[in-house]
């Protein structure tokens, strides 16, 4: 981290010097003003300021090109069989060129994409452009579960309008349902409220459109009771258990498996995912080559573990490239209230492929829920209370 | 009559909750994706196999 943030800073003076580091770019020492009342310095407005900014990665030159096609990550190794239990496995390593930075990857296997190739400081820097996150959504989808657009304005008019009669709410009744041209009483004829408005109250699990396959599921716990087995005691006879099973409702989760198609198959964000982990190196002028770790797509472990898939099994046909999606965990109890015992204890799925920069934004959405765990309920500590 | 559950019992049921969530989550769906990877055509349109692993879990003690 180090080595590139020291030579991040070098890349807006590399057209000056490629030797300066870090260190030349701080601001001169403040000299005669310190020691007494001195001039006023005027400053300038931070717009005029030439600052010297942290830059993120450097966009990447783009691999050279090779006279004669090189073999493509698709597919797997070629190996040479030595013995029954030893195989020699040939990896193409490929070097990209050097950037302004002297920073440099070494691929196994050629990439597919380097997503944050050409990528500049700007796009790192700024936030995701809003709502570009999610596919636009069918009309009726939209709607659902209200069958066309009269019945919907006149539906969320009545539950979005508040729970008492104003003006204001008769004003807009007026505006936003009976006067919009795509307001038809005709459509209204045959339409079952009750029936919508119990959709509507059912989670969204259970809809056709949108929902994101929430399900809630019941864990059973055994909680030990304490009492020893007799043979006499008939009760733990029967039951051949001291442990009470207890059922706890509530939690909340949703397919892992469903969550990565979604992100890497439908996301935005998927086109900036890195599929092929790589070793980076910086070599500065009269300097040794150094390795540079940033980022989990060049850890060891990431290429440790990418080669050992490319080695396993394959079906015959099966030659499409394999890559590693990189679950990243994080949970913790949150207190939703100030005050008082609101509690949710989630668990977040953040995905390593994407780079720290860019999973750092809250605009990337890159925080995926998991799951919601129950708490140790109300029901179990009095049951517990009785109990002990 | 109020009567609450000690320590070491709380502690004891957030420790089994956790690991009884943990085994729903993992499903066998999710094992099966492990070990034979997911085929799926990606968003730039090249159809890979995806192989989930878990790199970190950064998470407290949720027993204490």
């Not at chain 1, 380097?114 to 820097?125: H, K, L, R, S, W």
């Not at chain 1, 999610?134 to 539950?159: D, E, K, M, V």
């Not at chain 1, 030990?224 to 099973?245: E, F, I, L, Y």
Request: aromatic share 10%; glycine share 8%.
């Amino acid at each position: 981290m180090d080595s590139t943030s020291g030579d991040d800073a070098g890349s807006f003076h590399s057209h000056l010097n490629d030797s300066l580091g870090a260190d030349e770019l701080q601001p001169a020492a403040v000299s005669d003003e310190a020691m007494g009342r001195g001039k006023r310095k005027k400053r300038l407005a931070p717009k005029l300021r030439q600052d010297v900014l942290p830059d993120g990665q450097a966009p990447l030159p783009p691999l050279r090109q090779s006279p004669t096609p090189e073999v493509d990550e698709t597919g797997p190794r070629s190996f040479l069989q030595i013995r029954q239990n030893l195989r020699l496995v040939f990896t193409d390593i490929v070097h990209t060129t050097v950037n302004t930075f002297g920073v440099s990857r070494a691929y196994y296997g050629r990439p597919t994409c380097i997503p944050d190739e050409y990528m500049t400081v700007g796009e790192q820097a700024m936030p995701l452009v809003a709502g570009q996150r999610h596919q636009p959504r069918s009309l009726r989808a939209t709607l659902w579960p209200y069958p066309n657009i009269s019945a919907w304005r006149l539906g969320s008019w009545f539950w979005g309008g508040g729970d008492t009669k104003s003006k204001a709410g008769f004003k807009d009744l007026v505006k936003s349902v009976l006067l919009s041209p795509d307001f038809n009483v005709r459509e209204l004829s045959d339409i079952r409220w009750d029936d919508i408005d119990e959709m509507l109250a059912k989670d969204a699990g259970n809809q056709p459109y949108g929902g994101e396959g929430w399900k809630e599921t019941a864990i059973t716990i055994s909680i030990p009771t304490g009492v020893k087995k007799k043979a006499s005691d008939a009760r733990a006879a029967n039951s051949g258990a001291t442990s009470h099973m207890m059922e706890i409702p509530g939690l909340w989760h949703r397919s892992i498996v469903a969550l990565i198609r979604s992100v890497f198959c439908d996301d935005p964000a998927a086109q900036h995912l890195h599929f092929n982990p790589f070793k980076q190196y910086w070599e500065g002028p009269g300097s040794t080559k150094q390795r540079v770790r940033d980022e989990l797509f060049n850890s060891n472990a990431w290429i440790r573990e990418h080669e050992a898939i490319q080695h396993g099994p394959r079906d015959p046909g099966d030659l499409a490239p394999r890559c590693i999606a990189a679950l990243m965990f994080w949970s913790d109890a949150t207190h939703l209230a100030q005050f008082g015992q609101a509690k949710l204890w989630p668990i977040y799925l953040y995905f390593g492929n994407q780079s720290k920069w860019l999973r750092c934004k809250p605009s990337a959405h890159a925080c995926h829920h998991v799951a919601y765990l129950p708490g140790v309920c109300a029901t179990l500590c009095s049951w517990a209370g009785l109990m002990y | 009559m109020d009567v609450r559950a000690t320590d070491a019992l709380m502690t004891h049921c957030r420790r089994e909750i956790y690991h009884a969530a943990l085994t729903t989550i993992l499903d066998n769906e999710f094992v099966t994706a492990w070990t034979s990877g997911i085929l799926m055509e990606c968003y730039d349109g090249v159809t890979r196999r995806i192989f989930p692993r878990i790199f970190t879990w950064s998470a407290d003690y949720p027993e204490k």
